[in-house]
């Protein structure tokens, strides 16, 4: 799911990066798709963190050498705050890099079985990556769509993990828009989508799809279109895990933002050119940073609790929960660029103009007939604490599908958790998983 900057905090950060830009806050005129950008954007992005990556990496050299001297006693108490101090400022560090999976065994039935990745098709944008097993016998396949929204498709290793024993998974693994040359073309929604019929045409007749945040609009539409067509590999099943499929219903901070200012303006403000040193050089996106940006101002205080927390942690010796900080942030500050196309598609026709609940979303000017849909099982969750996606509005697919039975028709509120708690942690594991595990099952 995509995060927005509020006005004000693009502001702030605009005149930061352009000061004498008088025009910032007029910039309603729309523009065609493709012209504009904020040429500061990525510069001064590069000009602070090469500024900062050789102390980041004195710090954490620093910080792993005076580490063991923490949480001795009194008289080394300093060393601790220091070490403390400079592990933070040493893992704060954003990458372009993407981060492994290390998923390399599972336990089925008591019995740990060996996982091996292997990529099974490749685009210039993505890889239908499989986790297959050393087993001897079939299961279920499952495509599990990644959000295309900023981070790499390892934010689901918890998701993956989960399904493994019980399914032969597939995933998005989503390629970082500024490594892919400009002689690719470019990517947007209705290419997203054909990436998800190509890839369950690769996987085969009786697959599964499981749609993470974002990806349940264009999952959605990819099942339409194939349904419409009656095409021998549609989906058994469509699960869409707390997606924006009509984000009029109980609109959320999130989406209150992405009404905010006219697509011109996330165009002119958040849209940059990729630099010269990478192989995208040229090529219009919307930056990881950006989009990280939009994230941490979200939950601002919490994110400075937690560097809090590492700080004493680390002071106080707490080697495991300072280890446990560093893996989580590893991934989160692992961040990739989004196509421009891609993206200010999205912000208009999904969070502005509601294309998919009114009728008007096309795919290559085709326009979607969610009522094609008739065999699908299609299964909606939601979670009651989500202020990324409100409720209803994964839901909402269950209606617009007016000619499927509602035999074939599940939804589920999972209470007590969060957006991302849809796909990780506890409550994902022992309360969500085994309804989605039953109606996979089920329609297999």
């Given at each position: 799911m995509f995060a927005f900057f509020s006005p004000d905090e693009i502001f702030a950060s605009a005149a930061h990066?352009?000061?004498?830009?008088?025009?910032?806050?007029?910039?309603?005129?729309?523009?065609?798709?493709?012209?504009?950008?904020?040429?500061?954007?990525?510069?001064?992005?590069?000009?602070?963190?090469?500024?900062?990556?050789?102390?980041?990496?004195?710090?954490?050299?620093?910080?792993?050498?005076?580490?063991p001297l923490a949480g001795i006693g009194p008289a080394t108490l300093p060393l601790g705050v220091l070490a403390g101090a400079l592990d933070v400022l040493g893992h704060s560090e954003t990458?372009?890099?993407r981060p492994h999976f290390d998923i390399v065994s599972t336990i089925m039935e008591g019995e740990e079985v060996t996982v091996i990745e292997e990529e099974i098709l490749r685009t210039p944008f993505a890889t239908l990556l499989h986790f297959r097993k050393e087993m001897g016998r079939s299961?279920?396949?499952?495509?599990?769509?990644?959000?295309?929204?900023?981070?790499?498709?390892?934010?689901?290793?918890?998701?993956?993990?989960?399904?493994l024993p019980d399914h032969d998974v597939f995933i998005t693994d989503w390629i970082n828009a500024r490594d892919v040359p400009v002689a690719a073309g470019g990517f947007d929604l209705s290419d997203f989508i054909d990436h998800i019929i190509d890839f369950l045409?690769?996987?085969?007749?009786?697959?599964?799809?499981?749609?993470?945040?974002?990806?349940?609009?264009?999952?959605?539409?990819?099942?339409?279109?194939?349904?419409?067509?009656?095409?021998?590999?549609?989906?058994?099943?469509?699960?869409?895990?707390?997606?924006?499929?009509d984000t009029r219903i109980n609109p959320t901070r999130v989406n209150d933002l992405a009404r905010s200012r006219p697509l011109a303006w996330f165009e002119q403000n958040l849209i940059a050119r990729v630099p010269w040193r990478h192989r995208g050089a040229g090529r219009r996106v919307y930056p990881g940073f950006v989009q990280l940006s939009a994230f941490v101002s979200m939950n601002f205080d919490r994110h400075v609790t937690a560097h809090w927390r590492q700080?004493?942690?680390?002071?106080?010796?707490?080697?495991?929960?300072?280890?446990?900080?560093?893996?989580?942030?590893?991934?989160?500050?692992?961040?990739?660029?989004?196509?421009?196309?891609?993206?200010?598609?999205?912000?208009?026709?999904?969070?502005?103009?509601?294309?998919?609940?009114?009728?008007?979303?096309?795919?290559?000017?085709?326009?979607i007939d969610l009522a094609a849909i008739e065999t699908t099982h299609l299964l909606a969750i939601e979670a009651e604490r989500d202020d990324i996606c409100g409720l209803g509005q994964t839901r909402a697919a269950l209606t617009l599908c007016e000619n499927l039975p509602d035999s074939r028709k599940t939804y589920h509120l999972q209470h007590g958790i969060g957006h991302y708690g849809v796909f990780s942690g506890k409550r994902w594991r022992n309360e969500i998983y085994p309804l989605l595990r039953s109606t996979i099952a089920a329609c297999a």
């Open positions: 990066f352009a000061p004498w830009d008088k025009d910032l806050r007029d910039a309603h005129v729309l523009r065609p798709l493709g012209e504009g950008f904020h040429p500061f954007l990525y510069p001064l992005y590069h000009l602070h963190a090469d500024t900062l990556a050789a102390w980041r990496m004195l710090s954490r050299g620093a910080s792993t050498l005076l580490r990458t372009h890099a299961q279920p396949r499952v495509l599990l769509i990644a959000p295309m929204s900023g981070h790499f498709a390892t934010l689901l290793r918890n998701t993956v993990e989960t399904l045409i690769a996987i085969g007749p009786g697959a599964h799809v499981v749609a993470v945040c974002q990806p349940a609009v264009p999952a959605l539409a990819a099942v339409a279109v194939m349904a419409e067509e009656r095409h021998p590999a549609l989906p058994r099943s469509l699960t869409m895990m707390a997606g924006p499929i700080w004493r942690n680390v002071t106080l010796g707490d080697l495991a929960k300072a280890e446990a900080h560093r893996e989580f942030y590893s991934e989160y500050l692992a961040i990739m660029d989004l196509p421009a196309e891609f993206y200010l598609e999205t912000v208009r026709n999904v969070f502005q103009e509601h294309h998919l609940p009114r009728g008007l979303l096309t795919w290559h000017g085709h326009k």
